[in-house]
C-alpha cells in the first residue's frame, strides 16, 4: 500500500465527547479519538502506518499512545507542537509522507484535559502565586498572568491604530453562535444579541467574556491517505489541496507589527498557491478564533479585506448564516468546543463532507482553515475541498 | 489584585539593583548600539550572548494597553481592576507594565510615560509606569 501517490486526503474524522468530560488522560481520550477516526474511514488500526500526536495545556498523549493503541510497524512518529498551529502543521506533514511513499496512512491527533470538576474554566491557562522569581516573575505579578491580557494588548492595539470597536469584535460572536446553535456537538447554542455580547462582563478591556474561546476536555483525530486510496473506504474524502505556515517573530522592540499581523499573510498566500486558488475562490472559512480578534485580524492578513478595514468586513454580516464568507460554520471555539486547530479542521471536514445538516454552507468546493498558536505568533492554512485537486 | 512577593532568581538581579536604587536598568548590546529588555537572552542582531547591563533614562511611550478586569468572588465582590500596558522606552525595547496614575480615557499611542519604582517592605524593589508629567 505504500509509495508515491499525487495527492493526501483527509479520510476519517474522530471526535471524542467534548466539553466537561472529567476522569479520562489525555493519552486515553486520544486513543478513542484515533479509534474513532479509524472506523469513520471505514478502515482498521492496523491499517496506519503513521501517528502524529499534539497536546494541550494538560499534558501529552506522547509518542507512548502507539503503543496504547497496539499499534506496530510504523513508519512515521512523532509528537509535533507549533502550539495552536499544530493542527494544520500534523496535517501537511501526514500529507507530505503520504505523498513521498514514506507512509500511505497516517493519524493525526489532538488531546487536552484542562478542566477540573469545580474550578474556573480560565483557570488551567491561569498562574497565581505568592512569590515570584525573576524578571518575568515581576510581569507575571504586575498582572500578565494568563494570556486574556496579551491578546487584550494586541486587539487594543488595532483599534487604537484602525478605529475596530468592540460592537465590531461582537458581531463576530453573534455570528459564530448563530452557527452554533444549529451544531449539536456546540457547547453553547443559546443564541445571543450584540447588546448580551457588550453587557457580558469584561476579562481583558477589549475584551469581553464573549470575546473569549471556551476551554473544553476531550480529544479529535484525522486519518490522512493517498487521495487514490479514498475511492474505497466509508466516507466522502477531503482533499487536501495546499497547506502553508507563517512564523512572523515580531520583536519585542521599536517597530514591532506585534498585534497588528499575523503569520496569515506569509502562511495564505503560500496554502493558496499550492492549491491554485485565490482569496476570491474561497467559499467559507474555518479561522482559529481563541478570540473574536483573532478571526478579524486572520480575515484582513489572508486579504478578505484590506489592512485596518476587519471591522467593517465583520459588521457586514458577511461571516453568518446567509453571509458572503461562512465562517466558522460549527460555531468554533468561541461556542462550540475548544480543542485548539482541530475545532477549526473537524468542522472544515465536516463541511467538505456536506454533513453540515441545518448548518451546511452552501457552496463548499474550497475551504480555508487556519491555526494560531501563541499570541499571533505562529500561524497555519490549510486548503481543502471535496473534489480531487485538478479534477 | 496582591502583588505577592518578588525574588531574585540569578539571571535579573542587575534589574532589581537599579529598581531598588531608582534607576531602571536593562540590557544593552555595545556591539550592536542595540537596548535590549531585562530579560533578553542574546542580541537578536548579532547573536552576542550575554548583553551588558546598563540604566536606561526612564522615559518611554505607551504602545497599547488593557484594563484587566478580576474573577468576581463567590460572594459577588469583584477585585479592583489593572491598567497593563505595553511600553517604548526611548532607548527601543518594549516592557510589559503596569500603568499608574493615569487617566483611562485618556490613553493613547504614544502617550509620554516615565517610571517609577516601588519598595515594598518585603521582596525586591520593582517598577511601574505613569504619564509623564505635562
Not at chain 1, 489541496?241 to 507589527?257: D, F, L, Y
Amino acid at each position: 500500500m505504500t509509495g508515491p501517490t499525487s495527492g493526501a486526503a483527509i479520510a476519517g474524522l474522530g471526535m471524542t465527547e467534548l466539553g466537561k468530560v472529567y476522569g479520562r488522560s489525555p493519552r486515553r481520550l486520544a486513543a478513542e479519538a484515533v479509534r474513532r477516526a479509524v472506523a469513520d474511514a471505514g478502515l482498521a488500526l492496523g491499517d496506519l502506518d503513521g501517528l502524529l500526536v499534539s497536546h494541550g495545556m494538560s499534558g501529552s498523549p506522547g509518542i507512548e499512545l502507539a503503543g496504547t493503541l497496539g499499534l506496530r510497524d510504523l513508519r512515521l512518529l512523532t509528537q509535533m507542537n507549533a502550539f495552536g498551529a499544530t493542527a494544520g502543521a500534523m496535517v501537511a506533514y501526514a500529507a507530505m509522507s503520504v505523498i513521498s511513499g514514506a507512509a500511505s496512512t497516517v493519524a493525526c491527533v489532538f488531546a487536552d484535559a484542562p478542566l477540573r470538576p469545580k474550578q474556573p474554566a480560565g483557570s488551567a491557562y491561569h498562574r497565581d502565586a505568592r512569590e515570584w522569581y525573576g524578571y518575568g516573575g515581576m510581569t507575571a505579578a504586575l498582572g500578565f498572568r494568563s494570556v486574556n491580557a496579551f491578546y487584550a494588548l494586541a486587539a487594543r492595539r488595532h483599534m487604537a491604530r484602525y478605529g475596530t470597536t468592540s460592537e465590531q469584535l461582537g458581531a463576530i460572536a453573534v455570528a459564530t453562535r448563530q452557527w452554533a446553535a444549529r451544531n449539536p456537538l456546540a457547547q453553547m447554542r443559546e443564541p445571543i444579541t450584540l447588546a448580551d455580547h457588550q453587557n457580558s462582563r469584561w476579562v481583558a478591556e477589549p475584551l469581553h467574556l464573549l470575546d473569549c474561546c471556551l476551554v473544553s476536555n476531550g480529544a479529535i483525530a484525522v486519518v490522512v491517505t493517498g487521495a487514490d486510496r479514498t475511492r474505497d473506504l466509508a466516507q466522502p474524502p477531503v482533499h487536501l489541496w495546499g497547506w502553508g505556515q507563517g512564523h512572523p517573530g515580531h520583536g519585542r522592540e521599536r517597530g514591532s507589527e506585534f498585534g497588528l499581523t499575523t503569520g496569515a499573510a506569509v502562511s495564505g498566500p503560500i496554502a493558496m498557491k499550492m492549491a491554485g486558488v485565490g482569496v476570491g475562490d474561497i467559499d467559507m472559512c474555518q479561522l482559529y478564533d481563541c478570540y473574536t480578534y483573532t478571526v478579524l485580524v486572520s480575515l484582513e492578513d489572508y486579504g478578505f479585506c484590506a489592512k485596518g478595514e476587519g471591522g467593517p468586513f465583520v459588521e457586514s454580516g458577511a461571516l453568518g448564516p446567509g453571509g458572503a464568507l461562512p465562517t466558522n460554520t460549527g460555531g468554533g471555539q468561541l461556542s462550540a468546543y475548544y480543542m485548539w486547530g482541530m475545532t477549526p479542521l473537524s468542522e472544515a471536514v465536516i463541511q467538505a463532507r456536506g454533513h453540515g445538516g441545518d448548518r451546511q454552507a452552501p457552496r463548499n468546493d474550497v475551504i480555508l482553515v487556519s491555526g494560531n498558536g501563541g499570541v499571533l505568533d505562529h500561524h497555519s492554512t490549510l486548503i481543502v475541498s471535496p473534489h480531487a485537486k485538478g479534477a | 489584585m496582591d502583588l505577592g512577593v518578588l525574588r531574585r532568581d540569578g539571571r535579573t538581579d542587575p534589574f532589581f539593583d537599579g529598581a531598588a536604587a531608582g534607576r531602571l536598568v536593562v540590557r544593552r548590546c555595545d556591539a550592536c548600539d542595540r537596548w535590549l529588555a531585562p530579560d533578553a537572552g542574546d542580541c537578536p542582531g548579532c547573536g552576542g550572548s550575554d548583553p551588558a547591563w546598563a540604566e536606561a533614562s526612564g522615559e518611554a511611550t505607551l504602545v497599547t494597553w488593557t484594563v484587566l478586569h478580576g474573577r468576581p468572588a463567590g460572594d459577588g465582590t469583584v477585585p479592583p481592576p489593572v491598567c497593563l500596558a505595553l511600553v517604548e522606552l526611548a532607548e527601543g525595547p518594549w516592557l510589559h507594565t503596569r500603568l499608574v496614575g493615569a487617566d483611562l480615557a485618556a490613553l493613547r499611542e504614544g502617550l509620554p510615560l516615565r517610571a517609577v519604582f516601588e519598595h515594598p517592605a518585603e521582596g525586591e524593589s520593582y517598577v511601574l509606569f505613569q504619564p509623564a508629567a505635562p
